[in-house]
């Protein structure tokens, strides 16, 4: 089992920043990749970016230059920093885990992902 928490989601103005936490507990060493979705309202979930366990970073092409996915040593957090926030990124923001190793194209598949958190709201105000 793995339990993952996330914290840090707020309301910001256009243009702003912030830091999403992931909490990973239970069989951390378990894990093959770490990453993080969102979901609009009315929208299907989708990939936001990604760190396997040897520290490769993978991202939507939508964030690239803007979010920056990390994961501390001991790989009991994964954070996600967000900045030049725009409106279209309001959306609630999951953790994921996956236990498998699976193709670079495989980490954008949410149906891949065996344990998820129970979500952040960032909201992102024009």
């Known amino acids: 089992q793995v339990q993952l928490a996330e914290s840090g989601g707020g309301s910001v103005q256009t243009g702003g920043s912030l830091r999403l936490s992931c909490a990973v507990s239970g069989r951390i060493f378990s894990n093959y990749a770490l990453a993080w979705f969102r979901q609009a309202p009315g929208k299907e979930r989708e990939f936001v970016a990604a760190?396997?366990?040897?520290?490769?970073?993978y991202y939507a092409d939508f964030v690239k230059g803007r979010f920056t996915i990390s994961r501390d040593n001991a790989k009991t957090t994964v954070d996600l920093q967000m900045n030049s926030l725009k409106p279209e990124d309001t959306a609630l923001y999951y953790c994921a885990s996956r236990l498998t190793r699976v193709e670079v194209a495989g980490l954008s598949v949410s149906s891949g992902y065996n344990y998820w958190g129970q979500g952040t709201q960032v909201t992102v105000s024009s």
């Open positions: 760190i396997t366990w040897t520290a490769r970073t």
